[in-house]
């Protein structure tokens, strides 16, 4: 009887989003204060999405070639401590942009591997993928805040030690993380071009990119656009907080969710709600309670549609196929459209400011809700023959 490494799944999750919660906010500081140039930061800070483009999809290949996603897994973390580590010596501009280049590729390779060894690993059980993805959510808060506590106490380049506690962590777990049988679906032998040329999986991906660019001003703009109306920075993070810790719910009770409303229900739910959400963040930052109400939407915008999609990808990408779907929907979606969401908002913030900015950012969601409604059907997700058995989960910026 196969035994389902629930602690050691969760603890590698919680690790990988803590590494984020303990990066994202801060490095950018950190390099600050080694006299950078804003634009030689952004340069640095960019290659974690330009990485995302090709990373998940390159080992994703090779993992399927293989059929070892886990030996990948460990390679990757290894790879993606020795390449910060150099952060510890190097000071030129160009020796951090090759550190944070291998940092980058290595760390973005994983997860979507990752995600495939979790769902085999589920098998008949894959609702509870929620109940093992909501640590990465809980490793974030736990990041974002002790990470705010020691720099409150230790200068500033502590930062790296701590970031190298959350990638070490990382690495002990995909030591600890067995490999999992693949599970072999009728049509595991579909060659990847042949899927993609699948009139639902090209919208999926279409309406993943849209919401991924949506979210872009999110992520680089919103502290900012806080900071900007008084907000104080408490406040901001707690507001940062409270959007995740939606999330947590979300994963929590997804399995019932999606029981009783079903996988395109759930996509289209979360696309209006983004729409309706960044209107709310552009125009109503005047007022604590709207936007209170918008973070408390991001468990949808966030956790149910990434559920949601996730789950797809890995019904229509069966057997070797599945670390490549998960690659592309990373790629396609964090890498691509991640990027162009925050060159975009960066363009329209100069230009015309945080409203029509992030009405930019609703209007993508809108583009992704047109792009399920049209072309995802409900028997593409929620209806589905006795031979062929749906193995969906309800469950990754946090």
Known sequence: MHTLPYWRLSGYYFFYFAFIGAFSPYFGLYLQSLSFSAWDIGLLMSQMQLMRLSA????????????????????????????????????????????????????????????????????????????????????????????????????????LWVIVGTLIGILIYALAVPEAPSQHLAREHLPVATILRQTRVRALFAACFAMSAAHGALYVFYSIHLADHHYSTFLVGSLWSLGVLTEIVVFFFMGGLLSRFGLRAILLVSFAAAVVRFLMIGWGVAWLSVIVLAQLLHGLTFGAYHAAAIAAINRWFPGRCQARGQALYSSVSFGAGGLVGSLLSGWTWERWGAGPTYALSSAFALVGLLFVARWVKRTDLDEVSEKEPLRVADGSHP
Request: overall charge neutral.
């Open 56 to 159: 998940p999809f390159i080992c994703g290949v090779l993992a399927d070639r293989m059929a070892q996603r886990i030996v990948v897994v460990r390679l990757a973390a290894l790879l993606s401590l020795l390449g910060f580590l150099a952060f510890f010596t190097v000071r030129s501009f160009e020796a951090m942009l090759i550190a944070m280049a291998l940092l980058a590729f290595f760390w973005s390779a994983a997860l979507p591997l990752v995600e495939t060894v979790t769902f085999d690993h589920l098998r008949e059980d894959p609702a509870r993928y929620s109940r093992i993805r909501l640590w990465g959510s809980i490793g974030f808060i736990v990041a974002v805040m002790g990470t705010g506590a020691v720099l409150d106490s230790l200068p500033l380049p502590s930062l």
